[in-house]
């Protein structure tokens, strides 16, 4: 057993979905969030950005003593991934296995369509990815940049976001996809909106199944708080670079409670 906190980063509060299943599914685990506000968005950055802020991050959260590392953000996943696993010792999880490995299990045609930011689509992690475990998959990939900025102006249920996604979706129609891979933390929130253009169509978002992949994990170290720290619930704590009531409002949306960000300089 290991009461230590498992701290979890993305480039906003897009990766409060991943810590959400989080607490559904291990309720007596303590979360350390940090979200880079202040350099979001991370899917328009280069690689080497990219990764600079990883390592930034990552050290921040290992100052809270934290027994394992969650990338809740596909970008970082497709680029820094494997620099922190190869520079870090401790167990560290990204968003991308566990969603290649859901859209594998979910699809019948094994024809697969990834949608990310750029640079995760430009890193082809997922193609590369899908393709190791099923070989015959057909995977058709797009960017959906506008994706991000919609979703941060609360254009959620709105007309302009139904227009640009059939854009960007029409060519997984064409391909005949029968499963979409949401390469991307904020694309959750406009679920209801793709499944309108894509009906039929399995949507995988990697929150869920990363939850079970660091449940697994926790499980086969022997490391999970299999009782509440203190016997009190666990408290967890929520920090961001840069606070902005745009922030709260989404982050309220996605967890379904209000939380109280505390303003960090990782850097
Ligand atoms: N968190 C990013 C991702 O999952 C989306 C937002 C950004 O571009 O930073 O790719």
Do not use: W
């Amino acid at each position: 057993m290991d009461k230590r906190p498992i701290g979890i980063f993305d480039s906003g509060v897009g990766g409060l979905t991943v810590a959400k299943e989080v607490m559904n599914l291990l309720p007596n685990e303590t979360i350390i969030y940090l979200g880079d506000t202040a350099n979001l968005p991370y899917g328009d950055k280069s690689a080497e950005i990219v990764q600079r802020y990883s390592v930034d991050n990552t050290e921040f959260l290992l100052k809270h003593d934290i027994k394992l590392l969650v990338v809740a953000c596909n970008t970082a996943s497709s680029v820094a991934l494997e620099h922190l696993k190869s520079s870090y010792q401790l167990p560290i999880v990204g968003v991308i296995e566990p969603a290649v490995k859901g859209a594998i299990f979910a699809t019948r045609n094994k024809k697969i369509g990834v949608i990310g930011t750029n640079r995760t689509i430009k890193s082809n992690v997922y193609p590369d990815m899908l393709k190791a475990m099923e070989p015959e998959c057909q995977i058709s990939s797009r960017p959906c940049p506008l994706f991000v900025p919609l979703i941060e102006e609360f254009f959620i249920d709105h007309e302009a976001t139904r227009l640009i996604a059939v854009e960007y979706l029409k060519e997984f129609k064409e391909q005949g996809s029968d499963t979409l891979i949401l390469g991307c933390t904020h694309y959750p929130l406009i679920k209801d909106i793709i499944a309108e253009i894509l009906p039929g169509v399995k949507l995988v978002d990697s929150a869920l199944s990363t939850a079970r992949d660091i449940y697994s994990l926790l499980d086969s170290h022997q490391m999970l708080a299999l009782t509440p720290r203190d016997g009190k619930p666990p408290a967890h704590r929520f920090f961001a670079t840069d606070i902005t009531p745009k922030l709260n409002d989404l982050a309220n949306r996605i967890l379904g409670m209000k939380i109280d960000f505390e303003e960090v300089s990782v850097k």
